[in-house]
């Protein structure tokens, strides 16, 4: 089967080795120890996984942002987004 | 449990008239019975006009066609390509019907009764896949299918329909299942029935009038669905209401063929929900949807 | 109802999840890739980064049509919302002929194809040989959806109610039904007024159903493609182009893939965040009742 026309780059099947392994460490984190919903600073009660997503979800919106706003590497908006993903999953 | 008891959930139907005091009642039925007027108006146009000269339709307004011709329809069914199109229409339709309610309900029966990891985050991940705007799926899909080999097959559509009615089956069928009390599994399960049995003998009696809801939704979707059908097919699994695009601009503004092509292809629709009407109000009253 | 901690469910949900997958993860990610290349054609791509998602952010039509595309949404949910509820109010109750009758004709619109939706728009609309535009016509106001763009953007909101009223009207309906003729009896006999058995009977009722209501109609009107496209083609001018059209103007007409792609991630992106925060509301909406 020719799957060419899904024009794989480095860049983006970094990507989305990335978000599969991620799904699989969470899986494996919540086998070892089930996660409790929690309230944290977000307005509802969470869990892990529900964090992790809106910590996926907002860094996305972050980084559309900072292309919007700024010609600054998209490296800085990285960083944001990796440190706001930690700040959600530790405290959301 | 007895047997009866056990059925007692699809059987109940609220007859609920004691709301109505007569002043508001004649209020409220008089704006249903505008809105079904302004409904059919439309309609009832198309149908006129599908049965009048293109003479008579440009010469000006008939509330009624005073020439009625069938000559808008004659030249459709002197079309080969009409059949066709109602026949692919209908096969992948179906097709879509059956497979998204075989693998929804097995589905929706584990939602609705076990908790496991990543339940709720599938669930989200379903309901997704129906508010994603298909205008961004067209071109990979055009050559995932053409790459799989299914390109202008009915199982094609088929499959690509699954995109947003596999989560709606899924997402109504949970609703049905979970007002079924759980104790009916577990007296099952205690009577010796293997899952497998009580699923087909037992649980999906009970929620027939909901499987009934979710095929006639599964079917809406599918049938009214135009942008996916028509991209992944060309000759041999071309939908009715896309052939109707072609006959029309291939012979100009013919506005009575175009309004005769538009009454065909609400039909099939319309008897389909005719058929179905007692399933669906049944399946309504039982307030799960 | 409790549910039982089981991971073995995840064997029922296999077969949904490989064929919804097939459908949404390969075409997803293929998107994704073409988002950050320049396409010439099969083999012949090139690595741009993130400079398409730069011109999108920028593109000002894009900005017009995305502001059209919320106001459109927001007056379908304005309008079809509270008429559904109030025709859900009118429909006769029980298991009678009339009943099957009124839900067979208002189900009717839903089970039209979407182009033949604008076809008979497109009909019964025209000045010349449609019923509405000649009305209009002959009480004196100069209707013309094909070169008026209030006219056509009306038109289309007009085209939408009439579609799709009757799926809130319907779900609300369902909702109705649930309620217990016991209800209404001690409102009765509590001598509440219309407006309270509605307050505080009907609408909490209907709470589930509405949101779900207000979900599908939502993300549907921020998807509408088709029946524009056959009734104004997006026109006049741009009145009528939402972000599906110019999408679908910008992948097939202009063949601008890469472009198109970071639109609809960008499209897909906004999409989602507002499905996730109806989403949160639904299920905790589920939990409230629960209590």
């Not at chain 2, 629709?269 to 389909?272: D, S």
């Not at chain 2, 179905?276 to 399933?279: A, D, P, T």
């Not at chain 3, 009896?185 to 006999?189: G, S, Y």
């Given at each position: 089967?020719?799957?060419?026309w899904?024009?794989w780059?480095t860049?983006?099947?970094?990507?989305f080795?990335c978000?599969?392994?991620m799904?699989?460490g969470?899986?494996?984190?919540?086998?070892?120890?089930?996660t409790?919903?929690?309230?944290?600073f977000?307005?509802?009660?969470?869990?892990?996984?529900?964090?992790l997503f809106?910590?996926?979800?907002?860094?996305?919106?972050?980084h559309?942002g900072?292309?919007a706003?700024t010609?600054?590497s998209l490296?800085g908006?990285?960083?944001?987004s990796?440190a706001w993903i930690?700040?959600?999953?530790?405290?959301? | 449990?007895s047997?009866?008891?056990?059925?007692?959930?699809?059987?109940?139907?609220?007859p609920?008239?004691?709301?109505?005091?007569?002043a508001r009642?004649?209020?409220?039925?008089?704006?249903?019975?505008?809105?079904?007027?302004?409904?059919?108006?439309?309609i009832?146009?198309?149908?006129?006009m599908?049965?009048?000269?293109?003479?008579?339709?440009?010469?000006?307004?008939?509330?009624?066609?005073?020439n009625?011709t069938?000559?808008?329809?004659?030249?459709?069914?002197?079309?080969?390509?009409w059949?066709?199109?109602?026949?692919n229409s209908?096969?992948?339709v179906?097709l879509?019907t059956i497979?998204?309610?075989?693998?929804?309900?097995?589905?929706?029966?584990a939602?609705?009764?076990?908790?496991?990891?990543?339940?709720?985050h599938?669930?989200f991940?379903?309901?997704?896949?129906?508010?994603?705007p298909?205008?961004v799926?067209?071109l990979?899909?055009?050559?995932l299918?053409?790459?799989?080999?299914?390109f202008?097959?009915?199982i094609a559509?088929?499959?690509?329909?699954?995109?947003?009615n596999?989560p709606?089956?899924?997402w109504?069928?949970?609703?049905?299942m979970s007002?079924?009390?759980?104790e009916i599994?577990?007296?099952a399960?205690?009577d010796g029935?293997?899952?497998?049995r009580f699923f087909?003998t037992?649980?999906?009696?009970m929620?027939?009038?909901?499987?009934?809801?979710?095929?006639?939704?599964c079917?809406?979707?599918s049938?009214?669905?135009l942008l996916l059908?028509r991209?992944?097919?060309?000759?041999?699994?071309k939908?009715?209401a896309?052939?109707m695009?072609?006959?029309?601009?291939a012979?100009?503004?013919?506005w009575?063929?175009?309004a005769?092509?538009g009454?065909?292809t609400?039909?099939p629709?319309?008897?389909?929900i005719?058929f179905?009407?007692?399933?669906i109000?049944k399946?309504?009253?039982l307030g799960?949807v | 109802?409790?549910?039982?901690?089981?991971n073995?469910?995840?064997?029922?949900?296999?077969p949904?999840?490989?064929?919804?997958?097939f459908s949404a993860?390969?075409p997803?990610?293929t998107v994704v890739n073409?988002?950050v290349?320049?396409i010439?054609?099969p083999?012949?791509?090139?690595?741009?980064g993130?400079?398409w998602?730069?011109?999108?952010l920028?593109?000002e039509?894009?900005?017009d049509?995305?502001i059209?595309?919320i106001?459109?949404?927001l007056?379908?949910l304005?309008?079809?919302?509270?008429?559904?509820i109030l025709i859900?109010?009118?429909?006769?109750?029980g298991?009678?002929a009339?009943t099957?009758?009124?839900?067979?004709l208002?189900?009717l619109?839903?089970l039209?194809?979407f182009n033949v939706?604008?076809?008979?728009?497109?009909?019964?609309?025209?000045g010349d040989i449609?019923l509405?535009g000649?009305?209009f016509?002959?009480?004196?106001?100069?209707?013309?959806?094909?070169?008026?763009s209030?006219?056509?953007?009306l038109t289309?909101l007009v085209m939408d109610?009439?579609?799709w009223?009757?799926?809130?009207?319907?779900?609300?309906?369902a909702g109705?039904q649930?309620?217990?003729?016991?209800f209404y009896?001690?409102?009765?006999?509590d001598?509440a007024s219309k407006?309270?058995v509605?307050?505080?009977?009907?609408?909490?009722?209907?709470?589930?159903v509405l949101?779900?209501?207000?979900l599908?109609?939502f993300m549907?009107?921020?998807?509408?493609?088709?029946?524009p496209?056959?009734?104004?083609g997006?026109g006049p001018?741009?009145s009528t182009?939402?972000l599906?059209?110019y999408?679908?103007?910008m992948?097939v007409g202009?063949?601008?893939?890469?472009k198109?792609?970071?639109?609809?991630?960008?499209?897909f992106?906004?999409?989602l965040?507002?499905?996730?925060?109806?989403?949160?509301i639904i299920?905790?909406?589920?939990?409230?009742?629960k209590?």
């Open positions: 089967m020719d799957m060419e899904m024009a780059t860049p983006t099947a970094i990507f080795v978000i599969a392994l799904l699989a969470m899986t494996v984190w919540e086998v070892m120890s089930p409790v919903e929690a309230k944290g977000l307005p509802m009660r969470t869990t892990r996984g529900d964090r809106i910590g996926l979800l907002s860094s996305a919106f972050i559309l900072w292309l706003a010609d600054v490296w908006a990285f960083a944001v990796l930690a700040l959600v999953i530790r405290f959301g | 449990m047997k009866a008891a056990v059925l007692a959930p699809g059987s109940l139907s609220a609920a008239n004691i709301r109505r005091s007569s009642v004649s209020n409220r039925t008089i704006i249903l019975v505008c809105y079904i007027v302004f409904l059919m108006l439309p009832y146009w198309m149908v006129n599908s049965f009048k000269t293109n003479e008579e339709i440009l010469s000006g307004l008939t509330l009624y066609p005073h009625p069938l000559r808008n329809y004659a030249v459709i069914f002197t079309d080969p390509s059949y066709s199109g109602y026949i209908i096969y992948y179906t879509n497979i998204s309610l075989t693998v929804a309900l097995p589905a929706a029966y939602f609705s009764r076990y908790r496991f990891i990543g339940d709720k599938v669930f991940w379903l309901l997704t896949n129906k508010m994603a298909p205008a799926f067209l990979p899909f055009f050559q299918y053409q790459t799989v080999g299914l202008d097959t009915h559509v088929a499959l690509a329909h699954c995109l947003f596999v709606l089956a899924v109504i069928l949970e609703g049905f007002g079924v009390p759980r599994d577990e007296m399960y205690i029935y293997s899952f497998p087909g037992v649980f999906l009696p929620i027939r009038a909901g499987v009934g809801v979710t095929a006639f939704f079917f809406m979707f049938w009214v669905e059908a991209t992944l097919t060309s000759v041999d699994a939908p009715i896309a052939t695009t072609r006959t029309v601009s012979s100009g503004m013919d009575g063929l175009l005769a092509a009454v065909l609400i039909l629709g319309a008897l389909v005719w179905v009407r007692n399933y109000a399946g309504f009253a799960r | 109802m409790d549910k039982v901690q089981d073995r469910a995840w064997f029922l949900i296999i949904v999840f490989l064929i919804v997958a993860v390969i997803l990610m073409y988002s290349q320049e010439f054609g083999g012949q791509t090139f690595f741009v993130t400079e998602f730069e011109v999108v920028a593109d039509r894009l900005h049509a995305l059209r595309q106001i459109y949404s007056a379908v304005a309008i079809e919302i509270p008429l559904g859900a109010l009118g429909m006769p109750g298991r009678s009339k099957s009758l009124t839900l067979v208002l189900a619109p839903l039209i194809p939706v604008g076809t008979i728009w497109q009909i019964f609309g025209r449609g509405l000649a009305t016509r002959a009480i004196g106001i100069d209707y013309n959806y094909t070169n008026n209030l006219d056509a953007w289309v109610v009439w579609h009223t009757s799926l809130v009207a319907l779900l609300c309906y109705l649930s309620i217990p003729p016991a009896q001690a409102a009765k006999i001598g407006w309270a509605f307050r505080y009977i009907q609408l909490p009722k209907m709470r589930g949101i779900i209501a207000v599908l109609r549907d009107s921020f998807m509408i493609y088709t029946e496209f056959v009734l104004t997006g001018g741009n182009t939402f599906s059209q999408l679908t103007q992948a202009q063949f601008d893939i890469g198109a792609a970071a639109f609809s991630i960008v499209y992106l906004i999409v965040l507002f499905s996730f925060i109806f989403y949160t299920t905790r909406t589920g939990e409230g009742e209590k």
